[in-house]
Structures are given as C-alpha cells and as structure tokens.
C-alpha cells in the first residue's frame, strides 16, 4: 500500500500530507535520531473487516537534536510497501533536552481504501521523522505485526426445546473478510469447536472440535442432556482473526 499518503494530525489539528522521505534501512537509525519503546497495538494482531474503520494504538520515544516537524510508527514490507490509511500522533511529551514520548493511533478503514488479501500476515515496524527545512530519517525497528481478516460465525442448534436424551443438531458458518469485493466469503476447511454453556453458569467448555466443509458450512449433533447455550469458536490462523458466534439457547425437558 506504498501508494497511499499519510494523514498525520498535528499539534492544534493542523493536518499534513506527505510521502515517504526514503526506504526504511535495515539497520539502525542513521542522522542523529533514535527511536526505542516503540510498541504497536499492545504487541496484539491488527484485525480488519471490510467497512469498519480499525483505529490501532502506538507509543514510542525519539532522541534527536535536529528540529523535526512529523514523526511516527508505521507498518511495512519489501522494502518501502507501507500499510497505513492515516495516522495520528500526540504532541512531545517531554523526557529530558530532545527527548520526547509519542502516543499516536492508526487508522486503516477499509470501506474507503482498496486492501489486497495477500497483505493479511506480518509486518515490519518502522519509525520515521520528518525535519523542519526538509530530510528526514527513519529505522527499522525490528518488530513485527500480523495484520488479520476479519471473521465470523453463525450457529443455530435444534430442535428447541428438546427432550433429554434426544439429538440436538448444531449448525453454521465460518465466512471471512474479503478486502477487494469488501464482503465476507466462505472460509472452508477451518477447525471450529463447540462449546456449551450450562444455564446458571458463565462459563463455556469445549464439546467437541468440527471441520467446516469446503464451503464453510458446519454441522455436528450432541445428546441433549442439560439446558443451556451453544456456540462455535474459531482460534485464527496467522492472516485470520480469531471470532465467536453468538449463543443459541436450548431448553432441554
């Protein structure tokens, strides 16, 4: 997403745009600038669905004697491939002479800018400043991101109510965000389990594990022994969000 611009919120709301000033190096800082406590949403995966824009939370320290006008934290990849919509930093919160401490959010809203599928998975850290009179200097920070797709989950378990000791079949769904056609499609072939909630607990348990067919679909049965809620559970993979269905009570008599 080297292509898009940044967006970067000043002091008093003045906004900027501006691209990149050169490709992140693959060392350390260079310019008499150094950048350290950076961290990137808690050190958690990025998740984005496919309209609601994500806001991503970032800190990091900068050390440097020259007079600067913009500098942040970003995401990238091969080389200067940079991921980002718009990003928004904190003043200087002042450390010492020439040391300050930033807070900044990233914005990625996929409603608004085109996401390629093949960009769900890691991403580099990168710092940046830009300096008052031009130049600038940025630095890898050696960290790395996964940036996820969003998914969900259906579930329906019948019949309702039911007899004890009778079958309950437990069905749904797992579909994921697309980021080119920005729905969500059929994610087949995923372990999901199925948990249960006893009624007047909670806390849910594991029941079982199920593949979804190719189409996503899911389908298993239980033996209907107490009153309570059913749910499937899908963990994620390394460009998949983890997610939950809702629950669907049954009352077993």
């Keep these: 997403m080297g292509k898009q611009f940044w967006r970067l919120v000043v002091a008093g709301g003045a906004a900027a745009v501006f691209t990149a000033v050169a490709a992140v190096p693959a060392g350390a800082a260079e310019g008499g600038v150094s950048f350290s406590r950076v961290q990137v949403n808690n050190g958690k995966p990025i998740v984005i669905g496919v309209s609601k824009e994500v806001a991503v939370p970032a800190s990091f320290r900068m050390a440097t004697t020259h007079k600067w006008k913009w500098p942040a934290v970003f995401l990238y990849r091969r080389g200067a491939d940079r991921l980002w919509h718009a990003i928004e930093t904190s003043d200087c919160i002042k450390v010492s002479s020439g040391v300050c401490d930033f807070n900044e959010t990233m914005y990625f809203d996929p409603s608004v800018w085109d996401m390629r599928n093949s960009e769900a998975g890691a991403w580099r850290v990168g710092a940046e400043v830009y300096f008052k009179g031009g130049g600038g200097d940025a630095d890898d920070k050696g960290l790395t991101v996964l940036v996820k797709r969003h998914s969900r989950l259906t579930v329906n378990a019948s019949p309702e109510p039911v007899s004890k000791g009778r079958t309950i079949t437990v069905t749904g769904k797992v579909t994921r965000a ?75 008599r």
């Excluded at 199925?194 to 607990?201: S, Y």
């Design 178 to 252: 697309n980021w080119e056609t920005r729905k969500y499609v059929s994610y087949g072939g995923r372990l999901v389990s199925l948990q249960f909630k006893p009624a007047g607990t909670a806390a849910y348990t594991t029941v079982k594990k199920v593949y979804a067919n190719g189409s996503g679909n899911l389908r298993t049965t239980v033996k209907a022994s107490r009153t309570g809620t059913w749910r499937w559970a899908y963990y994620g993979n390394t460009t998949t969000g983890p997610s939950t269905s809702s629950g669907d009570y049954v009352v077993v």
